[in-house]
């Protein structure tokens, strides 16, 4: 009778508790997973809530987030994309998915991106800073005003951390305007606690977030010399290590690193003048400049707004396309070889030691690896992995050595250097700063042979904060910074 009875309330009691919601205790998971570290497994999570709602917009969202922290970046636009055709009015979505085609260079789509979200949450901080630096890398002059809404009283913003522990505090110096060294791929943000300032726009007179280290990110000196001075005035009032100082990076313009380097036995650094846009056509007139040239609009990176000038009559529509009241004139060298294609060598300088990056082939004279033939060309590959394996053999004592002295010139904890090979194997540089991007191969195994030397580069950088980190951090929290 007992046990009936026992039986009676037991299903009375289950039909009145709702049954475990899956969407929530999926999310749960996932986010304890994120939480402790275990990326992998928090993905799955998250692909087990969308099979029960593929609308489900926390995790479509935090999936896309998780994706591209773990350098998966297609996987990541997928996911923002989705999250952005199931719920066309969250701006975080929005964002996401423009900051990712800003990357691949789609300013148009980021733009329409950055303005549905801006449509849906008219102060939203993110947007209006996404859509201030995708209009200004094609010259809108509307970026200023986007600038103005998306950095003014937003200059400080803390960065997600996935440590099971305190993290080590990191300030991170950022201009707002661009001209970041790319650090997600070696900034551990289970071990790092960052809180990021962009210092065009932070009072230098305020108290500076709590940090046990500092890395200033302001790569460009050419775009970003006001942030770069605010830095240096910021950084004034801290003892904290400073990855990268200001004056350092000051001194790596494009214009003054190729007159630094051109002293350099063994080394070619193409003449460079910055000039007045006026000035111009009367330095073509005075057979002051030597055609074919290049001109480039400074601050700008990935080939943007840099042309070829193959004579002095094409030389004023080539200037008009370019923004800026100032354009670098670039003395042309043919860094082609005997088979017509161009090469350009990238080397990493980490803490003074000078790693191997890639090697791309390319027909054309503006070289870059996402638009070289790499993938198509099993034979480059393999001069790629011959350059990764074996640096020292393939470029010979000569270039080696004006390697190693371009890396001590540019005098950077993190920088790198790119550069061609001439016959007579000199270093033909092109550029050597610290705005450098390390990014982690696709997964295709037709790249497995990347692998360990980016891997290596990503290693030396995150060994270079390690021994940057005060000692009394190493053992666990310390007093910090401020």
């Known amino acids: 009778m007992r046990r009936a009875r ?10 009145r508790v709702p049954p475990p919601d899956p969407i929530r205790q999926g999310l749960g998971e996932a986010r304890a997973l994120v939480a402790a570290g275990a990326d992998e497994a928090a993905k799955a999570a998250y692909l087990a809530v969308l099979r029960h709602d593929p609308t489900a917009r926390a995790a479509l969202v935090e999936l896309a987030a998780l994706c591209e922290a773990s350098g998966h970046r297609s996987a990541a636009r997928t996911a923002y994309a989705q999250a952005v055709h199931c719920h066309p009015g969250d701006p975080t979505a929005r964002v ?8 691949d260079a789609d300013m148009a789509g980021a733009c329409a991106q950055y303005r549905a979200a801006l449509a849906a949450a008219p102060g939203f901080a993110p947007a209006h800073q996404g859509l201030a630096r995708a209009l200004a890398a094609i010259g809108d002059p509307a970026a200023e005003a986007a600038f103005q809404a998306g950095f003014a009283g937003h200059a400080v913003s803390r960065q997600r951390y996935r440590g099971t522990g305190p993290g080590v505090p990191l300030l991170l110096l950022v201009a707002a305007r661009g001209g970041n060294v790319p650090t997600r791929t070696w900034i551990d943000d289970r071990r790092f606690a960052v809180t990021a300032v962009c210092a065009d726009f932070h009072d230098p007179a305020a108290a500076l977030p709590p940090h046990a280290l500092v890395v200033n990110a302001i790569g460009d000196p050419d775009a970003g010399a006001a942030a770069l001075d605010r830095a240096e005035t910021m950084l004034a009032h801290t003892s904290a290590p400073v990855i990268n100082p200001p004056h350092r990076v000051r001194a790596t313009g494009r214009a003054e690193m190729a007159r630094r380097l051109a002293a350099i036995p063994g080394v070619i650094a193409p003449r460079m003048r910055l000039l007045p846009r006026a000035a111009l056509a009367a330095a073509a007139a005075a057979e002051d400049l030597a055609f074919p040239l290049l001109l480039r609009a400074p601050g ?29 004139a670039i003395a042309y060298h043919d860094a082609r070889g005997p088979d017509g294609m161009a090469r350009k060598y990238r080397a990493m300088c980490i803490d003074g030691i ?8 390319s027909a054309g004279w503006k070289v870059h690896y996402f638009t070289a033939a790499m993938a198509s060309q099993p034979g480059y590959r393999e001069e790629e992995r011959r350059f990764l394996d074996d640096m020292p053999g393939v470029l010979g004592p000569r270039a080696m050595a004006a390697l190693a002295a371009v890396a001590g010139r540019l005098g950077l904890g993190y920088g790198g250097i790119d550069f061609a090979l001439t016959a007579d194997r000199s270093l033909l540089v092109f550029e050597a700063n610290a705005t450098m991007v390390v990014n982690p ?24 904060l390690a021994r940057a980190v005060p000692s009394e951090w190493r053992a666990g929290p310390a007093p910090i910074a401020a």
């Open 6 to 15: 026992t039986q009676a309330i037991t299903r009375s009691i289950a039909r």
């Open 300 to 328: 700008f990176h990935t080939g943007q707004h840099f042309v070829r000038v193959d004579a002095p009559a094409d030389l004023a529509e080539a200037a008009a396309a370019l923004p800026g009241e100032t354009l670098l």
């Open 441 to 464: 191969p696709d997964p295709d195994p037709i790249w497995d042979y990347r692998r360990p030397a980016i891997a290596a580069v990503l290693a030396a950088a995150q060994r270079m």
């Open 96 to 103: 996401g998915l423009g900051n990712l085609l800003a990357e």
């Open 354 to 361: 000078v790693y191997p990056l890639h090697l791309a082939v």
